[in-house]
C-alpha cells in the first residue's frame, strides 16, 4: 500500500477532473444537501477536505465553514478556491475540546486504517449535542457490487491506481457499531447513490436526469441502507468526554 498522503499529493494533480458535471457533481450535490438539512450553529468543519468541492457548496450556506486534509496537493487546490482550509491529520485534530457544532466527512473514512481513532476525535471535538455526518463505503450496494467485480486497477494521478491505498467496507450495521463505540450516538442515515448502476449511466441526458431526481428523493428514506455511500447521522452526548475521545487525547500527550 502508498502512503495515504502520498497517495492524494499524486491524485490531487487530476482529482478534478471532470467533477464539475454528471456523476460526480451528482455525488457531492446530494452530499452538500446532507449537510445543509444538518445545520447546527456556526462552527463547522470538513474532515478530508480534499481540494474543496464540497466545502465550497458548504460554504454558500455556511460562510464560516473550513476545511482540514492532510495532503498539501489537495489543500493547494482548496486553497485556490479561496476556501479556509489547514492540514491536519484525522489522528490528531488541532481544534480544542467541544469547539465545533457540525463536522462532516466524506470519502475518506474508508481509507483510515485507526477508525476508531479518528471517531473519538470527532466525538472530542464536537460540542455536547453537535452533529456528525460519516461516510462509509457501502458493500451491499450496487457500487459495492461494482467495485467488487472490477478486476482492473484504475488509475489516479501521476502515478497511481485506486488499489494502492487502504480502504474499508462498513454493512450500515457495522458504521453504526463503530460510531457508538466512539461515543457518538447513531441517529439517522442519508444514502448517497442508490440507484447508479454505472457512473456513465449520468452522460445519458433523460436517463442521467431520472436518477438524478429519484436519488435526491430518496437520499433520507429507509432505501438509504443501500446507497454506495452510506452517511451515518450521528450526535455527541450532552456529557463529559467520552472514554474513547479521552484515550485518543492521551496517546497524543
Known sequence: MKDVQAYYDDFSTTYDRGRDRGYHAHIDDLEAACVRRRMRGGRVLELGCGTGLVLERVRGFAPGASGADLSLG??????????????????????????????????????????????????????????????????VSLRGLWKKLRWWKAPVGAGSHDREVYTAYHTPEAARDVVREAGLEAGGACGIVLLTPHPFAHRVPLLGAILRGCERALAESPLARWAGFYVVIARRPAAVMTAAAASAGEERA
Not at 95 to 114: G, M, N, Q, T
Open 74 to 139: 489537495m489543500l493547494k487546490r482548496a486553497r485556490a478556491r479561496g476556501l479556509a482550509v489547514s492540514q491536519a491529520s484525522a489522528l490528531a485534530l488541532p481544534y480544542r475540546d467541544a469547539s465545533l457544532d457540525l463536522v462532516y466527512s466524506f470519502k475518506v473514512l474508508p481509507h483510515v486504517e485507526r477508525l476508531d481513532v479518528a471517531l473519538a476525535e470527532v466525538s472530542r471535538v464536537l460540542a455536547p449535542g453537535g452533529v456528525a455526518l460519516l461516510e462509509f463505503y457501502n458493500p
